[in-house]
Structure formats: structure tokens, C-alpha cells
């Protein structure tokens, strides 16, 4: 199988556009039609149905989707570790959701480094669905995410809680009059709703992860964030916390394959241990001894 056709295919699956896929692969939008037409014939059937908005996977291409996922995480694993020096003895690659990142799993990583020093690490951010999918198709060996999507292959352990408060703008007297809906997820799309009774949001819907925080500040807004981001702004005074709305638990979960060939299980616990003990963070209601999951 033709590699730079494969990553041409992911790539359009990604974007949902030919040309989109041509700026990720570095290549023209000619160069990833003959591409994708060599590997639909190759594969025996039609990969993609083509419009004026893009391109969308057929049938066939949603079936081959997660096989060609497997087949290019197997290919970068391999090419990674035949490269690896020798003071290594494998590579973490480790996913999470932007917000996750800030105050919590950069400086987490700094410790992960000196915990297992034996790993190479390989770090990246992208949107729940995509962690989800790369986790399931092997492109990464630990993902931390809000919503994982629980099967029989995968465990999952909670390992923080992103309690989400309501912050206003220093410029903001009222929250009221900048309430802005903030995106995170539809479990706490109707609580929060409820909790701010039912706002008209001016139109304006924000799923950003936790650049809302910098939306609040320049739009002098308000909205729910969690907390461990919020904090800095409430700290040099331009964000301001409304003490007087509900908290909402906000869980944030490890999810990683159970036939993982990595001590993925005792990272994660030692990433639970970093959490209780951080002042910073909030450790999850079951404590640091709640047990992982086989789903």
C-alpha cells in the first residue's frame, strides 16, 4: 500500500476537503485527486463523494476509514522506534483536548520526563471526536479527554475534575448582559442553561475549548470556564468569579487501549497521584484509588 496515498486519504477524511488535504500533505489539489483515484482503484471501490462544499467518505470509505488509520499508526510506530536512540526504550505518544493542556498536563509532562526518562514523548492536542478515533485506531497510546467514547478494547480512568464556574469580564458590571454560551458538551448544556435562566446569548455560541477565556476579556463577557483556567485571569484581575451561580463538575478522563505494549496504566496512576496532590487542581470525587475501567 502506497503511503503518501493513504496519508492523502486520511488527510481528506480529516477536512472534508481535497484542497484542505493538499496544504496538509504538502501537495497540489491535482496531486491528491490522482491520489485518491489510484487508491479507490487499488482498493476496488469509490472512497469519496465529491460537491461544491467538499468531499464526504461513501460507505466503503467510512469501512476503510479506521483500517487505514491502523495501517499509518503501525507504519509511524515502527519508523519511530527504528529511529529512537538508544537511551530510549519506547516513545509515549501521548493526545489531549486543547483546553487540557494549560495548567495542567504541560507541567504534568515535566515530571512524566523525569518519572520515565526511558520514553521518548510525542505530544498532541485535537477535539474529543479525534482523540477518540486516534486512540482507537492506535495513533496514540494515551489520550486525556473530556468525553471518551467507552468500548471493549479501551479502558478509561477519570483523573480530573475541571470544575466549570461562571466568570465575568472586569469591565462587565452585570454578567447578565454579556452571558455568552460556552460549548462543553451536551451533558452540561441544559444544567447550565437552567443555572443562567435560559439566556439569550446574543447569537453568539463559543466551542473554542479555552481561548473562551480570552473571548470574556477582549468581548467584556461572561461564561462558564473551568476553574484551573480561569484562575490567572481572576488572579491579575480581568476576569472576575460570580460566587454566587452553581459549580459543574466537568470530568476530564484517561483512555488508552488495553493491548497497549507501554505501562500506560502506571502512568495514569501517576498522573492521578499528581492531581491529588496538586493545590491547583481538583482530584475526581472518587479520589485517587478509584479504579480504572475496562469498557
Known amino acids: 500500500m502506497d503511503g503518501a496515498q493513504l496519508a492523502t486519504f486520511l488527510a481528506a477524511a480529516e477536512s472534508g476537503s481535497f484542497s484542505a488535504a493538499a496544504g496538509a500533505v504538502n501537495a497540489s489539489t491535482s496531486s491528491v485527486t490522482e491520489r485518491i483515484a489510484a487508491l479507490e482503484h487499488r482498493v476496488g471501490a469509490q472512497l469519496f463523494t465529491r460537491s461544491r462544499s467538499g468531499c464526504s ?7 476503510f476509514l479506521p483500517r487505514a488509520q491502523t495501517i499509518m499508526a503501525t507504519w509511524d510506530l515502527a519508523r519511530d522506534e527504528a529511529a529512537l536512540p538508544a537511551r530510549f526504550v519506547g516513545r509515549l505518544r501521548l493526545g489531549a483536548q486543547y483546553a487540557l493542556w494549560p495548567e495542567f498536563l504541560i507541567p504534568w509532562v515535566a515530571r512524566l520526563r523525569e518519572e520515565r526518562s526511558e520514553l521518548a514523548l510525542s505530544l498532541s492536542a485535537g477535539a474529543s471526536a ?13 489520550a486525556i479527554l473530556y468525553n471518551p467514547v467507552l468500548g471493549a478494547a479501551v479502558e478509561a480512568r477519570e483523573v480530573v475534575n475541571d470544575r466549570l464556574v461562571l466568570v465575568r469580564s ?10 455568552v454560551d460556552i460549548d462543553w458538551g451536551e451533558a452540561l448544556r441544559a444544567p447550565i442553561a437552567e443555572a443562567v435562566g435560559h439566556l439569550d446569548s446574543g447569537g453568539i455560541s463559543l466551542d473554542i475549548g479555552g481561548m473562551a477565556l480570552r473571548w470574556l476579556v477582549e468581548r467584556k463577557a461572561s ?15 480581568s476576569l472576575v468569579r460570580v460566587d454566587d451561580m452553581p459549580v459543574f463538575d466537568y470530568p476530564a478522563y484517561a483512555l488508552w487501549r488495553r493491548d497497549t505494549r507501554l505501562p500506560v496504566a502506571g502512568i495514569v496512576s501517576g498522573l492521578c497521584e499528581y492531581v491529588h496532590a496538586a493545590e491547583s487542581l481538583y482530584a475526581p470525587a472518587g479520589g485517587m484509588d478509584a479504579p480504572a475501567r475496562g469498557l
Open 170 to 179: 472586569a469591565a462587565l458590571d452585570d454578567w447578565r448582559e454579556g452571558w
Open 223 to 237: 461564561g462558564y470556564v473551568p476553574a484551573r483556567l480561569a484562575r490567572r485571569a481572576i488572579d491579575d484581575g
Open 130 to 142: 479525534r482523540m477518540n478515533r486516534e486512540v482507537g485506531a492506535g495513533v496514540v497510546d494515551l
Open 57 to 63: 467518505l461513501t460507505e466503503a470509505g467510512a469501512r
